[in-house]
């Protein structure tokens, strides 16, 4: 079954308490993502990458991290998470063309 | 900068209405629009995608049409029903590459019995 996969579903740490978020694929898609959605705010992109080892920054990136070294896996990196971190965050994947993009279920992670 | 926006932010209608969502950009550039559903606590499902060259998509009950001179997008449901009740999302890509997807911030549907 093609599908976006992450871990953990639900995540509640303490501040400063460095935490990595993984997200992987079964698509083969060159193309991976992550959001975060916040009430009021809707869906705003973190980062991107356009496949292995490229990565760019989207509308939110400050406190977050990514990396690329395999094309199925992206996972998004909180170094020093903060209180203004605990959001819905969502991992997408689609491919280089020009396609609809597949979510992930979504982690919710509370920082405290 | 890409703005979206959905209008309106909620709408309940008796169930066997037809009824229509906005979504309106500002930048007319855009490669693709996509709809999207969400349930409460869920991810989001795909219903629709519109190339940047096409004005219109329909699947089932759903048809979804795309004036990018107007920067407006429109998704009409057809007989709604009470398993439609959801949050809709619209989604634009833009920027180099069509990397860039930028969202709304939602139609929360009610569609009641």
């Known amino acids: 079954e093609a599908q976006v996969t992450q871990n953990p579903r639900y995540l509640i740490t303490v501040t400063g308490k460095k935490l990595t978020v993984t997200c992987s694929q079964n698509m083969n898609h060159e193309y991976m993502s992550w959001y975060r959605q916040d009430p009021g705010l809707g869906l705003r992109q973190i980062y991107y990458s356009m496949n292995v080892e490229v990565t760019d920054k989207g509308d939110v990136p400050e406190g977050y991290k990514v990396s690329r070294k395999e094309k199925r896996n992206f996972p998004l990196i909180l170094e020093s998470p903060s209180p203004n971190q605990t959001s819905l965050y969502f991992c997408?994947?689609?491919?280089?063309?020009?396609?609809?993009?597949?979510f992930g279920p979504g982690t919710r992670l509370t920082v405290t | 900068k890409q703005e979206v926006t959905q209008i309106p932010a909620a709408l309940s209608v008796p169930e066997g209405e037809n009824l229509v969502l906005n979504c309106s950009f500002t930048d007319s550039a855009i490669y693709n629009l996509q709809w999207f559903r969400q349930d409460p606590g869920k991810g989001l499902t795909s219903l629709l995608l519109i190339q940047s060259s096409q004005r219109e998509q329909t699947s089932g009950r759903l048809n979804a049409s795309l004036d990018k001179s107007s920067g407006r997008s429109t998704l009409y449901i057809a007989a709604s029903q009470p398993g439609d009740s959801a949050t809709y999302l619209c989604?634009?890509?833009?920027?180099?590459?069509?990397?860039?997807?930028?969202f709304g911030k939602g139609t929360k549907l009610s569609v009641i019995p």
């Open positions: 989604a634009v890509y833009s920027g180099a590459g069509s990397y860039q997807l930028t």
């Open positions: 997408a994947s689609r491919t280089g063309g020009v396609n609809e993009q597949y």
